[in-house]
């Protein structure tokens, strides 16, 4: 029985890709109408989408943002839109989107460049907003996974609930209330494949805690990546989408025994040891990828990630108290967000260092 479920969901994987895929041709004009859920990436004089499959550059204005609603026309050229022309923008109206709009515009107002594109990106996976230069120094020292909201932030968001909640209410309304919130964070930070998939993982798992279940890791994991390919076939070519299920895997088969080889590390320095061997554990199985990829990869990036990693909590913590406090009450908002500072200037001079 087992195994007749996980054919079927491979097989509806198979038809899903089949029965979607796109049947463009090299030549032919369309015009792409669709929300968009991933958020745009601002170059210096393009910003880049995604719509049905194909790659789309658009000048800088007007600028599009997570929640709206575009029409594109151009040409199909070698999987991208060729002389793209916006045709229409519609901006959302969703409580949640206008409320992630007010956060991010908080941040920019209290904070300078870079730091508040750094808040804005650990704390609601925005990086639209990312100056050039340092988005290049992130990627360079391989810690851009950090500055945009994935796994590990939706991971800290769910452990600290469950944590929270279970002191005032019974464990099993605990679970419910952190899946809801769970996906709610999703919502806000973007349907990006790794935001995607750790929202999955972490309902899959509380929920089979709260009923009294054993769950099991790889279970989950390939149960997981079965349903978003279900939902969304296009992710199986997505980077981000194998970079995600690798980095989790490359964690759940090395970290433990990297831990323990550095286990002469004192105490004392703890916070550096768990973040260089989740770093080097990832980064056993994603290196390939980002060489195969991107033709580079650098053999410092465990050390830089373990130097900065353990700033991203904090950052995390004080920049949504801030942005929800600065709604409301602007002047305490922006004093608890600028204790942030001193956090945010020590992530930005390690990277620049490296």
Request: proline share 5%; charged share 10%; hydrophobic share 55%.
């Amino acid at each position: 029985m087992k195994n007749f479920f996980w054919l079927l969901l491979i097989f509806l994987v198979i038809f899903r890709f089949f029965s979607t895929r796109p049947t463009y041709h090299n030549g032919d004009r369309l015009r792409l109408t669709a929300g968009i859920f991933q958020e745009p990436i601002q170059y210096s004089t393009s910003q880049y989408l995604k719509l049905s499959g194909l790659k789309i550059y658009l000048p800088l204005y007007p600028e599009i943002s997570y929640g709206d609603q575009v029409s594109v026309e151009g040409i199909v050229d070698g999987g991208k839109l060729k002389n793209p022309k916006l045709v229409s923008i519609k901006e959302s109206r969703g409580i949640l989107f206008k409320f992630r709009s007010k956060i991010i515009d908080f941040y920019r107002k209290v904070l300078p460049e870079p730091h508040a594109s750094l808040v804005a990106g650990i704390v609601l996976g925005s990086k639209s907003s990312i100056p050039a230069d340092f988005w290049q120094n992130l990627k360079t020292t391989g810690v851009a996974h950090v500055v945009v909201a994935s796994g590990m932030n939706v991971a800290f968001v769910a452990s600290f609930l469950i944590s929270f909640l279970a002191i005032f209410t019974p464990r099993k309304r605990a679970v419910f209330i952190a899946v809801v919130a769970i996906w709610l964070y999703a919502l806000i930070s973007g349907f990006e494949a790794p935001i995607v998939r750790a929202a999955i993982m972490a309902s899959i798992a509380f929920s089979a805690q709260g009923a009294g279940k054993l769950s099991f890791s790889w279970s989950i994991l390939s149960l997981t990546a079965l349903m978003m390919l279900i939902v969304n076939p296009s992710w199986i070519s997505d980077t981000g989408f194998i970079l995600t299920f690798v980095a989790t895997g490359s964690l759940m088969l090395f970290q433990r025994r990297i831990d323990k080889l550095f286990g002469f590390i004192p105490n004392s320095l703890g916070f550096l040891r768990e973040g260089f061997s989740t770093s080097l554990a990832a980064q056993i199985g994603v290196a390939p990828i980002l060489f195969a990829t991107f033709g580079q990869f650098n053999l410092l990036s465990p050390l830089i990630n373990a130097l900065v990693l353990w700033t991203v909590p904090l950052i995390m913590i004080i920049g949504a108290v801030g942005g929800i406090v600065g709604l409301i009450v602007p002047v305490i908002g922006r004093l608890i967000l600028l204790i942030s500072y001193p956090l945010t200037w020590c992530f930005i001079n390690i990277v620049s260092i490296f």
